[in-house]
């Protein structure tokens, strides 16, 4: 069984609180060790004691155990770019979170003329989406071998390798595979994939290269016979694909193989089918119909398995209906739902403001934050925005739950010095915080403007409201 609280673990610590670790209590490093912030090595103490005695060994070794996820974690690529799959331990986000993004990767093949290659390689790694504080990016090549030819996909490799990004071989032929890993195996590429067909000679290649091997077999029976063949044979790091249908019947087959894997390793705790789930979106592209047809389907799949266990995914469509809901989808799944996202709270100066312009107030979640960040820089709004800690709660549940008051605002102004930077003391808020108006007011000694309920009107609010008649 693992353990589930920070004071399972603190029995298994040395219960000093030496501070070596960075926190100042033992305690403290436990919760840090079940949110997976730090692990049991970094406690120094206790790996020196193991060193030393074979009991205190043994105990470290038992609490890596226990608090090791569920499912392995696979590693892909190398360096800061490197992409971490699997590593999950719940079969529902609220449980926990999920921990390890989707890993998205997108096709090319050796087949293509150079300059088709390099436009396509270009598109992938400059992609970049701006959401909620984040850029969102994408992660790696798929390289498939359509020549057949082992010298001709050795030198594709060699080249898509180039722009530093993670790759998965995409070759069934041993030959092509192993050409290419000799080219770029010190940058860990996935292997796929090893199937009833090659399973041997992609075993081989997997220990000698020591790079990850996707095992692929739509019979999950088969599928568990090649992941324990590849275990016992040394293999760890191992990649699941139960085959990826696309349509009908066919991709409910899909859905209930991939429920099944997850749903044995995690709640049958099986750990011969406990690795990470390739799912394959681009088996879209195999169905009949045109390009706008198949890139929708290919969104529909990557959505459904982003949600359900997927752990990564081989791509074929870069059209924005595809990749951008895709992608927020992934944000949004993979963002812990325990803790709100958040800005820093402060003082943001908007379009170069004066001592003159207005001064708006607003809450640190991330989202309400850039809504009315985005909604004063496009309308060319010159002001000053005071962000307030909410704890990450947006204006409504923040000013109902006690996170948005007046002695809040009281501080924040005081904070961030704002009565230094303007000559005059008028605030906006928000018109989900009117309530506040009276109490900040007297708080803060200053006038209280109530703006609207959506700062998408904020500019025909100004048009109307400011200057202030009183200043006037």
Known sequence: MKVKSPLEVYNYLPRTNCGECGFDTCMSFAAHIIDRSVTPLDCKPLVEEAEKDPKAKKKLEELLELTAPEIAEVVIGVGENAVKIGGEEVLHRHELTFFNPTGFFYDVWDTMDDKTLEERCDRVVSYKKFYVGNFLTLDGFAVRCTSGDPKRYREVVKKVASYGKPMILVALDPECMEAALEEVADQRPLMYAATEGNWKEFLKMAL???????????????????????????????????????????????FERVIQLRRTAIAGQDKDVAYPIMITPIAAWLIEGDEVTKSYWEAVIASMFIVKYGDVMIFRSLDQHVVMPTITLRFNIYTDPRTPVQVEPGLRAINDP??????????NFALTYYTVESDLTSGGIKGWLLVLNTEGLGVEVSVAGGQFTASKVKELIEETKIEEKVNHKYLVIPGLAARLQGAIEDETGWKVLVGPMDSGRIKGWLEKNWPPKEKE
């Open 208 to 254: 000698e290269y020591k790079v990850p091997v996707t095992l692929r077999a739509k019979d999950l029976d088969v599928l568990k016979s090649m992941a324990v063949t590849f275990k016992q044979a040394g293999v760890k790091d191992i990649v699941l694909d139960p085959v990826t249908e696309p349509l009908g019947e066919g991709l409910k087959g899909t």
């Open 354 to 363: 004066g001592p003159d312009d207005p001064v708006f107030i607003t809450t």
